[in-house]
């Protein structure tokens, strides 16, 4: 256990030192420069379009921020080979892994709080620079709850660049299986949407369809975990729901973690 | 030796950045040739736009507003007609995509209808909002209006005025209004005895009081006009062949002040007053 807490503390601190947190403050920066100025072309909605795209923003940073920093993590350390010295220190595998994943939730945490913080006063600012604005319903409980299943998204991401990383022997392989998961998962409900259409049944071939419904029981709904129509339209959100959203990304990541240890502990380096 | 090689570098360097700016300048030409061709807003079928969309459908909702505004706005500068299928196309994806997006809704509402005369496809689009939208009367509104000013389809205006007074009660009238127009009277009247049921204030009921009696009293002759009409096989005009054929014992007094008659245009029973309480040198 105390291995563990220290490589994630580790993990954390080559975050910053990475200057990964300070772009992220750089991009947050960005963010509250050019959000006023882009939904001040709306119409009737200006601060939910900043809303809108703030959250847009703060889930494709935290995508990147995962994927390349989650692939450098043990891809990394595979590819340049310094895994060699790791094993032959006294630190188990599992600890090793389980350590650099929680640091990197760390690191996934503090950005994602930086980010949330300087959307709010970004909106904030926007609602208050535009007040004719008639249809300001922004649900800020929602904000707080769009950010944490944003943040539990990158968690999972994070688990599945783990996984790929154990098989993997070249730091690009993860990299590129992660993005095709993303990819998959973002779009699977949409998919099985139209195929279930009549236009959807004709188009696609028979066996594209059974395809993607089995897919769709093996990838994450990721359009599940997006709230930021109930953010800027102040729509109900039922706790039950999110109860069960949390505990369904729980067992996803601990799913996923699990085999991604059982695949590293069978891996042989040498 | 080693100032020589650092000079052939900067020669090096001086020559790439001639041959840069040569190129550079001939992709700006190029660029600008092909944009002034117009008619590139191409927008992928809607089902492949919703699923490569991702997590950015909001974003991408907006941006395609933004984009139909932009160039809605190029083409109303330089007065040449925009393609108006193209418009209602990329604004149908818009609200696809998020179907919560009152500015693709209100531009839809403000572009299609006067300028492209596109007054079915807006309703489409208008009815997607209203299933969304349950808590905003503009939409319902709009469509009221839409099947009253373009569609002239009277029946389906209070049909939609009656759903945006249902959020919005000061709409009540209109809906009212047009359920009369719409030769639904019996409609109207319910209307107004519900609300004379909710409403306390004893000034209000009186006033709903009387318009219930002036829309009864049409009503009254309206049932008249149509015995009359079923009897000879024309319509009663003036109106008081209604009591020289003992149909009625007498014609209904309009509360307003004004008198009922019979437009043939309309088909309907209509008053002087049209409703209103009328003013002193108006009912001479």
């Known amino acids: 256990m105390k ?36 939904s001040s072309f709306s119409m009737r909605q200006v601060a939910v379009v900043a809303c809108d795209f703030s959250l ?6 935290g995508l990147l921020l995962t994927i390349f920093v989650g692939n450098n993590l043990i891809a990394k350390d595979i590819d340049r080979r310094s895994i060699y010295t790791i094993i032959s220190l006294p630190i188990k595998r599992t600890e090793y892994l389980i350590g650099k994943f929680i640091g990197l939730i760390l690191l996934l945490f503090i950005s994602i709080i930086i980010l949330s913080i300087f959307s709010f006063i970004a909106v904030y600012f926007t609602g208050i620079l535009y007040p004719q604005e008639i249809n300001f319903t922004i649900s800020w409980l929602n904000f707080i709850i769009a950010n944490i299943f944003i943040f539990f998204k990158l968690v999972i991401i994070a688990s599945v660049v783990f996984l790929f990383s154990t098989v993997a022997t070249s730091s690009f392989l993860p990299l590129a299986l992660t993005i095709i998961f993303y990819f998959v998962s973002e779009s699977i409900e949409e998919v099985k949407a139209f195929i279930e259409t009549t236009t959807g049944k004709e188009r696609v071939s028979l066996p594209v369809i059974y395809v993607a419904k089995f897919v769709f029981y093996i990838f994450p709904n990721f359009e599940a975990f997006n709230f930021k129509q109930h953010t800027i339209y102040s729509l109900s959100v039922s706790p039950i729901n999110l109860f069960y959203l949390a505990s369904f990304s729980l067992f996803y990541t601990s799913i996923i973690i699990i085999i991604a240890i059982l695949s590293f502990q069978k891996r042989e380096f040498i | 030796m080693s100032s020589l090689k650092s000079y052939s570098y900067i020669m090096i360097l001086l020559l790439l950045i001639t041959g840069y ?25 809607i089902e492949i736009l919703n699923i490569l969309s991702l997590d950015y459908k909001g974003l991408v909702s907006k941006l395609l507003f933004f984009k139909t505004l932009v160039y809605y706005g190029e083409h109303m500068d330089s007065r040449i007609m925009p393609d108006w299928k193209w418009i209602y196309q990329a604004l149908n994806a818009s609200t696809i995509l998020d ?29 997607r909002g209203e ?13 009221g209006f839409n099947y009253f000013y373009f569609l002239k389809d009277n029946k389906n205006a209070a049909l939609h005025f009656d759903r945006a007074a ?12 047009f359920h009369y127009k719409a030769n639904e009277i019996p409609i109207a009247i319910s209307i107004l005895k519900k609300m004379y049921d909710d409403i ?7 006033q709903i009081m009387q318009r219930i009696n002036a829309y009864e009293n049409a009503f009254i002759l309206e049932k008249a006009v149509r015995q009359y009409e079923d009897k000879f096989h024309e319509l009663p005009e003036p109106i008081e062949k209604l009591i020289e054929e003992g149909i009625l ?20 029973i209509k008053t002087t007053s049209n409703f209103r309480m009328m003013k002193k040198n108006e009912s001479n």
Do not use: C
């Open chain 2, 21 to 45: 700016t040569f190129s550079f300048q001939q992709v700006k030409l190029y660029r600008e040739r092909f944009k002034r061709k117009e008619s590139v807003h191409y927008l992928p079928q």
């Open chain 2, 166 to 177: 249902r959020i919005n009660p000061t709409l009540i009238d209109y809906a009212i209004r």
């Open chain 1, 56 to 61: 847009s923003i703060a889930s494709f940073i």
């Open chain 2, 200 to 206: 306390k204030n004893e000034d209000i009921r009186s």
């Open chain 2, 99 to 127: 179907p919560y997006n009152i500015d693709s809704y209100y531009f839809t509402q403000a572009v299609l209808t006067w300028d492209a005369n596109l007054i079915k496809e807006t309703n489409l689009i208008l009815e």
């Open chain 1, 3 to 38: 291995n563990v807490l220290l490589l994630s503390y580790i993990t954390l601190k080559g975050g910053i030192r990475d200057r990964t947190l300070f772009g992220i403050f750089i991009l947050a920066l960005a963010l509250i420069l050019s959000i006023p100025l882009l």
């Open chain 2, 131 to 143: 299933k969304y939208r349950a808590w905003d009367f503009y939409i319902p509104f709009f469509m």
């Open chain 2, 249 to 268: 014992s007498q014609i209904p007094q309009d509360p307003y002040g004004g008198k009922y008659y019979f437009d043939k245009k309309e088909n309907i």
